[in-house]
């Protein structure tokens, strides 16, 4: 069985522009969650998908925006980018939408902004 | 807001000393769970803690849920090489979030 996929691997953008992430959860999980993990910040949450529904939303600003589509995959976008907003996104997903269910995560996109 | 602290940042120990990382959290969690982070690799799950002072065992490992559901521990006997990596907990609040804590970092001198 396939794990996580997340594409691409790596990216390089500049200030102001805008990028979408991708994840592909494993074959038969709904629930698709998105974290931010920075050197010394751990991971923090952005938000969770399940059948297509934001579920749950972190503290991040509106220029942080997800979506998730009929077969679960998801997207990602960050807008007008910053360069705190260089990161490693990581995208996991669970089977269902219970809380305590554990997180299969992807290898995630290290994103740089310049 | 709900946070979930973890202590220490960072460790070295000398390979066949013993390590353990502390989780604290300001409310009462559902659950918790721990996740490993090989260098360069995603997190994985390890394990999850349901019920109040509860204790699990895998292998070298040791995990302990706190009696009041606001902290826990992983304890990790004579550690190894393969031990490496960054440890995080996370714990499922009221509001059915799971927070990160910022992770223990790990390393093995051989």
């Known amino acids: 069985k396939a794990g996580v996929t997340q594409t691409p691997r790596y990216l390089i953008k500049t200030r102001g522009q805008q990028v979408t992430l991708s994840c592909s959860p494993i074959s038969g999980h709904r629930s698709v969650s998105w974290y931010q993990q920075t050197p010394g910040q751990g991971l923090q949450f952005l938000f969770e998908y399940f059948s297509e529904t934001q579920r749950n939303k972190g503290n991040f600003p509106g220029r942080f925006s997800g979506r998730q589509f009929s077969n679960s995959r998801s997207e990602m976008n960050v807008s007008t980018l910053e360069l705190g907003d260089s990161a490693l996104y990581l995208c996991a997903s669970k089977r269902g939408d219970a809380t305590n269910e554990k997180l299969f995560f992807g290898s995630g996109t290290q994103l740089s902004v310049l | 807001g709900q946070q979930v602290m973890q202590i220490p940042q960072y460790q070295h120990v000398q390979e066949g000393e013993d390590f353990t990382t502390y989780c604290n959290s300001s409310t009462t969690l559902s659950n918790i769970q721990w996740y490993k982070q090989r260098p360069g690799g995603h997190p994985v799950f390890l394990i999850q803690?349901?019920?109040?002072?509860e204790v699990k065992k895998q292998k070298r490992l040791t995990f302990q849920f706190g009696e009041a559901k606001k902290n826990s521990s992983l304890h990790i006997t004579a550690t190894q090489t393969t031990d490496v990596g960054t440890y995080f907990c996370a714990g499922i609040v009221n509001t059915g979030k799971l927070i990160f804590g910022q992770g223990t970092t790990l390393q093995v001198k051989p």
């Open positions: 803690l349901v019920k109040s002072g």
